[in-house]
């Protein structure tokens, strides 16, 4: 099973770079880092020389014993059985994060062998927090991968799907015959998730259950890290937020309170393990903003945010739903069902947009659940996980405000009216797409 995910387009941009350096690829654990490098060999290359420092531990002598590249290159050469070459082979080093020196060596591939293509993958984790004097700051290309998009697991499940959504190019009603079938696809993916694996399980064996095993897996290896990564200490607190996600986000009003992870928890105890699960990018903090103003950084409030999963499929295991609420249409299902749909979209709009997008808060009177920073504009958006549209939050939004344009997501039709467009659940990935439009129509 091959699917088409898009930061192989982003991988050839990189390989032609007139002023090309190493690159790092930046993302949470089995998001699909190692697979990605190699089928971009695979395909761009004619060679592949591929190491491993975790499996390959004694690669580190050759990183230890001198800092000059063309030495390197003799010694993985090697290793890797034929001569590697300047343009033509495509160098990986996996698990990077194991070798402070192999990191540091990339200084001196950007600065000095620029003519070979050397592209790194490693745990987030170990690369950042554990070789900060070895890092070299200024001489890295990075590429953040994200998980798995819809649009990215519709062009497997469902490549003619996948084509008619990537020709359209004006917020115009979707016909039944393509708008119920996407729906369908869309609660298929609310069951795996973008983790590749879990996808790659659903798609080909079509077990529910084996996927639930995946995902499973994938929470177990992060639980490990925490216990890799931090001190002692620490790893007590760091589980009792993550375990405590799922109930944050069922609660109506979803801000995060240190006081649901733990009876008596207070933030000054809990914020630092917090702060870790962010930097590690586990969770995504979505911040109160104080105004709708440019830029929206400026206006965080720091004591307001909610918290979220990198991952839809990671959140729905982690909260123990079983994938049958998908289909049974379960009416105690239905407030959870909305905080998945959030952290859906989030994801989806992560992507597209800088920076994170921000929530806003008017007392008790209004919340609009995210706004997005475009075109030097401020744009809100709020989230339906149903057909049910009616919201007097982003009415009173835009009442304040008066946005030029304004962005609903749910089970209704595309369209726009009045500065309003509706983008369906299953659009996510064109929101951009769709928002340029309309601003070029006006």
Same mark, same amino acid.
């Given at each position: 099973?091959?699917?088409?995910?898009k930061?192989?387009e982003?991988l050839?941009?990189?390989?032609i770079?007139s002023?090309r350096?190493?690159l790092?690829l930046?993302?949470?654990?089995q998001?699909?880092k190692t697979?990605?490098?190699?089928?971009f060999?695979?395909k761009?290359?004619?060679d592949?020389a591929? *190491?491993?420092? +975790?499996?390959q531990?004694? %690669?580190?002598?050759?990183?230890?014993?001198?800092?000059? &590249?063309g030495? @390197?290159?003799?010694?993985?050469?090697l290793?890797h059985g034929?001569a590697?070459q300047?343009?033509?082979t495509?160098?990986?080093f996996d698990?990077i994060?194991?070798?402070g020196e192999?990191l540091?060596s990339?200084?001196?591939?950007?600065?000095?062998?620029?003519?070979?293509?050397?592209a790194c993958?490693?745990?987030l984790?170990?690369?950042a927090?554990?070789?900060d004097?070895?890092f070299p700051?200024g001489k890295?290309?990075?590429?953040?991968?994200?998980p798995v998009?819809f649009?990215? *697991?519709?062009? +497997?499940e469902a490549p003619? %799907?996948?084509?008619?959504?990537?020709?359209?190019?004006? &917020?115009?009603p @979707?016909p039944?015959?393509f708008f119920?079938?996407l729906?369908e696809?869309?609660?298929?993916y609310?069951?795996?998730?973008?983790m590749p694996e879990a996808?790659?399980t659903?798609l080909g064996a079509r077990d529910?259950?084996?996927?639930q095993?995946v995902l499973?897996?994938?929470?177990?290896?992060?639980?490990?890290?925490?216990?890799k990564?931090?001190?002692?200490k620490?790893i007590?607190?760091?589980?009792?937020i993550?375990n405590?996600?799922?109930?944050?986000?069922?609660?109506e009003?979803?801000k995060?309170?240190?006081?649901?992870?733990r009876p008596?928890?207070?933030?000054?105890?809990?914020e630092?393990?917090?702060?870790?699960?962010?930097n590690a990018?586990?969770v995504?903090k979505v911040?109160?903003?104080?105004?709708?103003?440019?830029p929206?950084?400026?206006?965080?409030d720091l004591t307001?945010?909610k918290?979220?999963?990198?991952?839809v499929?990671v959140?729905?295991?982690?909260?123990l739903?079983?994938?049958?609420?998908?289909?049974e249409g379960?009416?105690?299902f239905?407030?959870?069902?909305g905080a998945l749909?959030?952290?859906?979209?989030?994801s989806?709009l992560?992507?597209?947009?800088?920076p994170?997008p921000?929530?806003?808060?008017?007392g008790n009177k209004a919340e609009?659940?995210?706004?997005i920073?475009y075109?030097?504009q401020v744009i809100?958006?709020e989230?339906?996980?149903?057909?049910?549209?009616?919201?007097?939050?982003?009415a009173?939004?835009?009442?304040?405000?008066?946005?030029g344009?304004?962005?609903?997501?749910?089970?209704?039709?595309?369209?726009?009216d009045?500065?309003l467009?509706?983008?369906?659940?299953?659009?996510?990935?064109?929101?951009?797409k769709?928002?340029?439009k309309?601003f070029?129509k006006g």
């Open positions: 099973m091959e699917i088409r995910r930061a192989l982003q050839a941009e990189w390989k770079k002023s350096k190493p790092l930046t993302g949470i654990r998001v699909g697979w990605l490098l190699k089928h060999g695979k761009y290359f004619d592949t591929y *190491f491993n420092f +975790e499996r531990e004694e %690669l580190s002598q050759f990183f230890r014993t001198t800092r000059d &590249p030495r @390197i290159i003799d010694n993985l050469s290793v034929r590697i300047p343009q033509k495509l160098i990986i698990e994060q194991e070798s192999a540091n990339l200084k001196y591939f950007c600065e000095e062998a620029p003519e070979y293509a050397v993958a490693g745990s984790l170990g690369v927090f554990g070789h004097k070895s700051v890295v290309d990075f590429l953040q991968v994200y998009t649009s990215e *697991f519709l062009s +497997e003619d %799907l996948y084509s008619y959504l990537e020709q359209i190019d004006k &917020p115009e @979707i039944e015959i119920n079938p729906c696809k869309l609660k298929m609310f069951i795996s998730g973008g996808v790659a659903l529910t259950n084996a996927t095993a499973q897996s994938v929470i177990s290896s992060y639980q490990l890290d925490f216990s990564h931090v001190e002692k620490d007590p607190k760091i589980n009792y993550w405590s996600l799922p109930s944050q986000l069922a609660r009003n979803k995060f309170l240190y006081q649901a992870v008596g928890a207070r933030a000054r105890e809990y630092d393990a917090l702060l870790w699960l962010s990018g586990l995504t911040y109160c903003s104080e105004k709708p103003g440019i929206l950084t400026a206006y965080d307001a945010f918290v979220y999963l990198p991952d499929g959140l729905r295991r982690l909260s739903l079983d994938p049958v609420a998908f289909s379960n009416r105690m239905t407030e959870f069902k749909t959030e952290n859906y979209i989030l989806g992560t992507g597209q947009f800088e994170i921000r929530y806003w808060r008017s609009v659940d995210f706004l920073q075109r030097n809100p958006v989230v339906k996980s149903d057909e049910n549209i009616r919201s007097k939050s982003l009173y939004y835009k009442k304040e405000y008066t946005p344009l304004s962005v609903r997501f749910s089970l209704r039709n595309l369209k726009k009045e500065g467009i509706n983008i369906p659940l299953f659009m996510v990935d064109y929101a951009r769709i928002i340029d309309a070029d």
